[in-house]
């Protein structure tokens, strides 16, 4: 059974820094490929960072400001987010796409709230 569970979210005022964490179960390995999303109210959801393998990736939107590492030993995935901004407020779901095209997430978490004030 595979579940992906986030924490590491909260309330931050601008500028600050939060490292949001995607624990994975059900697999031996974490997947080739994950990815972050954050979906705000009223807009599309926002892949954020993904990776492949050991390719990380990062929209233009958080360039600069995040970054993905990982844990092996504990499954885990991490997303490290400086100097926030109000903009980045929302809804953060890791996901996990269980083959290597990287194209069809399948399993989520049910996502960590950040609030940037």
């Known amino acids: 059974h595979v579940q992906l569970v986030e924490s590491g979210g909260g309330s931050v005022q601008a500028g600050g820094s939060l490292r949001l964490s995607c624990a994975v179960s059900?697999?031996?390995?974490?997947?080739?490929?994950m990815a972050w999303f954050r979906q705000v109210p009223g807009k599309g959801r926002e892949e954020v960072a993904s990776?492949?393998?050991?390719?990380?990736i990062y929209a233009d939107s958080v360039s600069g400001r995040v970054t993905l590492t990982e844990d092996s030993a504990e499954n885990t995935l991490y997303l490290q987010i400086d100097s926030l901004k109000p903009e980045d407020t929302g809804t953060y779901f890791c996901?996990?796409?269980?083959?290597?095209?990287?194209?069809?997430?399948?399993?989520w978490g049910q996502g960590t709230q950040v609030t940037v004030s």
């Open positions: 996901a996990a796409d269980p083959g290597l095209a990287c194209s069809t997430y399948s399993h």
């Open positions: 059900g697999y031996r390995h974490r997947p080739y490929c």
């Open positions: 990776i492949a393998g050991e390719t990380r």
